[in-house]
């Protein structure tokens, strides 16, 4: 059986291709009138050169994140890998009033607010950020990591509302602070010092 011509263009069923030396086939010249497996085939080209686009990693520096928070007292940030880690010193006398209530509600006080999503809206390769309260004297008093994916549009709504409430009226309403300690275990990977939050 006679081989193909070297770099001859032939019709096919679906358009036209072209065979190179190796009997390779190098280019269809698809007939614009053809539906079907050609399109099919042109459609899965694209698909693929789609799934390569690079996808935007980007994180943002500890002093991004020290930017981001507003907050009444001594915070600083460092990054941890794609993970933002945020510490922040909690006043002693306001854990010796409230107690394990304000031991434990620290860091989801930070956690659930909008500095928080806003970091993971502007910065897509965070995956995580991970607050973490101290005593003036050093001592850790608890941590809480919220990974990017535990919350969705929806339920970022709903822990902005309890964070803010808990923050207007916690003092008045310990309920309120009860609330967001709750929705923060559901929702984070939590750890508190025992010293700090024996009932």
Same mark, same amino acid.
């Given at each position: 059986? $006679? ?6 263009? !032939? ?9 190179? $030396? $190796? ?8 007939? $614009? ?20 686009? /690079? ?5 943002? #520096? ?10 009444? =007292? ?23 009033? +409230? ?15 909008? /500095?928080?999503? +806003?970091?993971?809206?502007? !910065?897509? +390769?965070?995956? =995580? ?7 003036? +004297? =050093? ?52 750890? !508190?010092?025992?010293?700090? #939050?024996?009932?």
């Amino acid at each position: 059986m $006679k081989s193909l011509r070297p770099s001859a263009v !032939y019709e096919g069923r679906h358009g036209r291709f072209s065979i190179d $030396k $190796k009997d390779r086939v190098i280019r269809f010249l698809f007939s $614009k009138n053809v539906a079907g497996p050609s399109w099919m085939l042109m459609g899965l080209l694209l698909g693929l050169t789609s799934a390569c686009e /690079e996808r935007d990693l980007t994180v943002p #520096t500890a002093d991004d994140v020290e930017e981001a928070f507003t907050y009444q =007292g001594a915070l600083s940030a460092s990054m941890s890998g794609n993970v933002a880690v945020v510490t922040v010193t909690q006043p002693e006398r306001q854990i010796r009033r +409230g107690g394990t209530l304000w031991a434990k509600v620290g860091p989801y006080v930070v956690l659930f607010s909008q /500095e928080a999503e +806003g970091l993971f809206r502007n !910065y897509p +390769g965070l995956a =995580g950020i991970r607050v973490v309260t101290k005593v003036p +004297g =050093g001592t850790e008093v608890a941590r809480a990591l919220l990974p990017r994916d535990r919350l969705n549009d929806l339920t970022w709504r709903r822990a902005l509302n309890i964070s803010g409430l808990a923050r207007r009226d916690g003092t008045r309403r310990p309920t309120l602070l009860e609330d967001l300690v709750n929705w923060g275990e559901d929702h984070t990977d939590f750890e !508190y010092n025992p010293r700090f #939050t024996r009932s």
